[in-house]
């Protein structure tokens, strides 16, 4: 095991996770511009039915970013910018300022090189969703379809953990496989990205989060996984180190002051 930690391609596990959940109510395509990313749904009947596109960048000016995604979005729209830790983040603010964009968000971005994960005692049982009548509890509490029938097997793509009190998921979280590619040699090689990472408030600072991100790592690397990466709140990005992730960089959210259709929308 390789243990890397690389933005770049760090990046790349991100649009093709996030893509991927977004693709459980409709087809959530992934194409790439001159290197920026865009992400967008699949053509729809109804165009008033079409989500909010991100464009993500790394490493590209912004007013390369801001006409690539001007020429090629269908109306409402965001970029995620990313920059490296350590590297200043006033040229970016200012530059997306000077095109018309305001600052929206910002997300830590975090990494695990798998090769050791705490043990950690578990308040309430973890258990993997494997079940449809564990999945429709969980979509029940968390307001919103988390996993498919198709994620059930043990080779799935898409691994669901929810901490239970009794029958009732009080915290979950998943994580999704995603290929690295690089060509025959490296078609084995995958990475995780973690998503919908959440406790129910009054069973907060109890471990549970912990207890989660354990079982899912030490699962991520059972499967072969390489390094896991995620996107952390405020206050997640404190969680996190906890369990063995490290901060990489940050996401910085901006979007157009004057973008007719905008609709905002979570990156896990």
């Known amino acids: 095991m390789h243990n ?19 693709s459980f109510t409709h087809p959530y395509r992934v194409e790439r ?49 990313i920059r490296r830790t350590g590297e200043p983040d006033a040229p970016l603010r200012s530059a997306y300022k000077s095109l018309g964009y305001r600052l929206t968000a910002t997300e830590s971005f975090m990494a695990h090189r798998l090769r050791r994960v705490p043990k950690v005692p578990a308040p309430l049982p973890v258990r993997r969703v494997n079940t449809q009548e564990r999945a429709d509890r969980l979509a029940r509490v968390a307001r919103s379809r988390q996993v498919l029938p198709e994620h059930f097997g043990p080779d799935s793509v898409l691994r669901q953990y929810v901490a239970l009190d009794g029958d009732r998921p009080v ?6 496989v995603v290929q690295l590619g690089g060509g025959a040699e490296r078609a084995e090689r995958h990475a995780t990205w973690v998503s919908n990472m959440h406790v129910e408030p009054r069973y907060r600072r109890l471990g549970i989060g912990k ?4 079982r899912m790592l030490r ?3 059972t499967g072969g996984a390489e390094a896991s990466f995620l996107l952390a709140s405020h206050s997640g990005a404190l969680l ?29």
């Open 219 to 221: 699962d991520d690397r």
């Open 171 to 176: 915290g979950w979280v998943r994580s999704i």
């Open 211 to 214: 207890s989660l991100l354990a």
């Open 240 to 268: 996190y180190p906890h369990v063995g992730y490290e901060l990489i960089g940050e996401l910085l959210v901006f979007t157009p002051k004057k973008s007719a259709g905008y609709r905002g929308g979570s990156r896990a």
């Open 4 to 22: 890397w930690i690389d933005i770049d391609s760090a990046v790349g596990v991100f649009v093709r996770g996030f893509a991927f959940t977004r």
């Open 33 to 81: 511009h001159s290197g920026v990313w865009r992400l967008t749904d699949s053509p729809r009947h109804n165009p008033a039915d079409y989500r909010r596109e991100e464009y993500v960048a790394f490493e590209l000016e912004p007013a390369e970013v801001d006409r690539i995604a001007r020429s090629r979005t269908r109306g409402g729209f965001a970029v995620c910018a």
